[in-house]
Every structure is written in structure tokens, then in C-alpha cells.
């Protein structure tokens, strides 16, 4: 099993660009996981799927931040437009049914400069 | 908000000695979980112990849980140069699902 896979690795981009990360969750899992972590606030949950459903996004900081799953095997998180504050380690993580456990992609460092 | 708060943020020992990290939460929990994170890596699962559990090992890893106190703690017997990383702790609000809240995590240092 390949694990979770994140892309890019890095992001560098400029204030006011798009920026979209991607996310293969393990295959099987059921639920799917975007979490921020900084030095500031550590670990943040962004947003929750079960099934490609979102179940809870009150962890999104805001309308430039949206989520997608549009499939069992396949997540984004999309900023529009980005912003300096939003530079931060982005992770993905996925669960398997009855699986109390999250597996954790590599994750994507994202510079907005 | 942080659901757990690890205690100390940072800890060095020699290679050998053992590592005690502790964690502290705040609301009801279905069970607590640890995770390591290597430098520049994603988070690692380590071990689960339930809300009616007290204490649980796997290889040298021993976790207590005490609920009446919302803490658990993380002992890592005759450390290596290996163990060096962060380690959090995490907990799911005795919610439903997976959903789970990250402490502010321990950076362990193991010199060799």
C-alpha cells in the first residue's frame, strides 16, 4: 500500500495567487482529513469527509478556503486567493471503516510569499 | 482550540534513559491516541487506549490514561537515537467519527 499521498511536496507562490493541493487517500478508507499545522496554533483540522461527503468544515479559516472529494479517491484544498499568513504545513489523513486511526500523508509546505 | 496540551514542549535525554511525556484534555474522550512526527514528515500512529482502559504497552511504549484526571501520559523505555521526534497527543471529543484534536505536541531529543 503506497500510503496517503500528498502533492506538490513544496509550494512556493505570491500573495493573491491560487493555490490547490492534492490529496489519494489510502485505498478503502472511508474518511478523509485536512489538517494545518504552524508553530502558532500546531495542529488544525480543517475539514472532514465521510464517504466524499463533508461532514464538518468549521475548521476552515475562511471563504478563500474550499474543499473538495469529488470521488473515494481523490481530495483537494483549494485558497483563493492566498495570503502570507496562510504559509503553513498542509496534511492529508484518511481512516478505514471501524479504524479509530488516521494515516497521514507527507504533506505539502506551502510558502506564500 | 487545543483539545491536549503535552507536558514539557521539549525533553532531551541520553540514549538509554527513559522519556516520560505527559497530556492533558479538557472534554469527555471514546479514547486517546499517539502519534509520532518525524522532522518534515507526516504524524505516525503509536497506540490507542480506550476511555476504559488504564494502561496499555506495545514494545517500549507504555501509556496510561486517567480520566478522572483528563490525562494520560507516554513512557519510551531505554530510549534510542531513533525516538528522537515529536510526539502528540490526540483525542475525539467523545464524538462519533475520527475527528480528532492534536495537542501542542513534545519535541523529544535522544543523544546518542
Known amino acids: 500500500d503506497a500510503g496517503v499521498i500528498q502533492s506538490p511536496r513544496h509550494e512556493v507562490t505570491e500573495m493573491g495567487q491560487e493555490v490547490t493541493l492534492r490529496c489519494k487517500p489510502i485505498s478503502g478508507h472511508n474518511s478523509l482529513f485536512w489538517y494545518r499545522q504552524t508553530m502558532m496554533r500546531g495542529l488544525e483540522l480543517l475539514i472532514y469527509?465521510?464517504?466524499?461527503?463533508?461532514?464538518?468544515d468549521s475548521g476552515m479559516p475562511e471563504d478563500r478556503f474550499s474543499a473538495k472529494m469529488p470521488n473515494a479517491s481523490f481530495s483537494t484544498l483549494k485558497i483563493q486567493p492566498s495570503e502570507p499568513r496562510d504559509s503553513a504545513v498542509y496534511f492529508c489523513?484518511?481512516?478505514?471503516?471501524?479504524?479509530?486511526?488516521?494515516?497521514f500523508g507527507s504533506g505539502t509546505q506551502l510558502s506564500v510569499l | 482550540s487545543q483539545q491536549g496540551e503535552e507536558d514539557p514542549q521539549a525533553l532531551s535525554i541520553q540514549e538509554g534513559e527513559n522519556a516520560t511525556m505527559n497530556c492533558s484534555y479538557k472534554?469527555?474522550?471514546?479514547?486517546l491516541q499517539w502519534y509520532r512526527q518525524n522532522s518534515g514528515r507526516g504524524l505516525v500512529h503509536l497506540i490507542l487506549?480506550?476511555?476504559?482502559?488504564r494502561e496499555k504497552h506495545s514494545g517500549r511504549l507504555r501509556v496510561t490514561l486517567d480520566t478522572s484526571k483528563k490525562s494520560s501520559s507516554l513512557l519510551i523505555t531505554a530510549s534510542r537515537a531513533a525516538d528522537t521526534a515529536s510526539y502528540f497527543c490526540?483525542?475525539?471529543?467523545?464524538?462519533?467519527?475520527?475527528?480528532?484534536?492534536f495537542g501542542g505536541g513534545t519535541r523529544l531529543m535522544v543523544k546518542p
Open positions: 489523513a484518511s481512516s478505514g471503516h471501524f479504524d479509530e486511526k488516521l494515516f
Open positions: 487506549i480506550r476511555s476504559n482502559e
Open positions: 472534554t469527555s474522550i471514546n479514547n
Open positions: 469527509f465521510n464517504n466524499n461527503v463533508p461532514i464538518d
Open positions: 490526540a483525542t475525539d471529543g467523545g464524538n462519533a467519527g475520527n475527528m480528532l484534536t
